[in-house]
């Protein structure tokens, strides 16, 4: 199975950190939007899509990059993503990625999330929330969830 995970992390690297955790297991490079070579990205089996969550909604780099790609193949995707906040039941912020996805024409087959250090206003006043994570727990979980992903998509490839 051929992965690669294209991240977006710019306020702490969080992301970038959990990203590192699911592509030592996916053995996957991981590639900032503006760095993907879109032929090797058409020739993997796995495609993740990760980002910091800003006021509710992934970074717009990685946002404009699923709008730039061409109508896909049915090739499986997983998406991820750090918060200072939880996700919200009622307005999860993963959910529009994966609709753009799937409108690209990939198969989503997992989200991640996980809490991280979060220094936005008005929380940089109080010196910030999560500080320490994402931590070994969350490294943890992240690896978990990709073995699980590699075990599914893996064998199905």
Do not use: Y
């Not at 969080?14 to 900032?32: C, F, H, S, W």
């Amino acid at each position: 199975m051929k992965a690669i995970i294209v991240c977006t992390s710019v306020s702490h690297g969080n992301t970038k950190r959990i990203a590192d955790a699911m592509g030592q297991v996916l053995e996957a490079p991981v590639v900032a939007p503006e760095e993907v070579d879109m032929a090797e990205l058409a020739a993997c089996d796995l495609v993740g899509f990760g980002s910091g969550i800003f006021l509710q909604k992934v970074h717009p780099r990685l946002s404009e990059f699923v709008q730039s790609l061409p109508k896909g193949d049915g090739r499986r995707a997983f998406v991820f993503a750090t918060s200072g906040l939880p996700e919200l039941p009622f307005r999860p912020f993963t959910r529009p990625l994966v609709r753009d996805l799937r409108q690209k024409g990939f198969e989503v087959d997992d989200v991640f999330s996980c809490r991280a250090r979060d220094t936005w206003l008005p929380f940089k006043l109080v010196g910030g929330i999560n500080n320490g994570r994402p931590n070994g727990t969350d490294l943890a979980a992240a690896r978990t969830f990709a073995e699980g992903l590699r075990a599914r998509i893996g064998t199905a490839s």
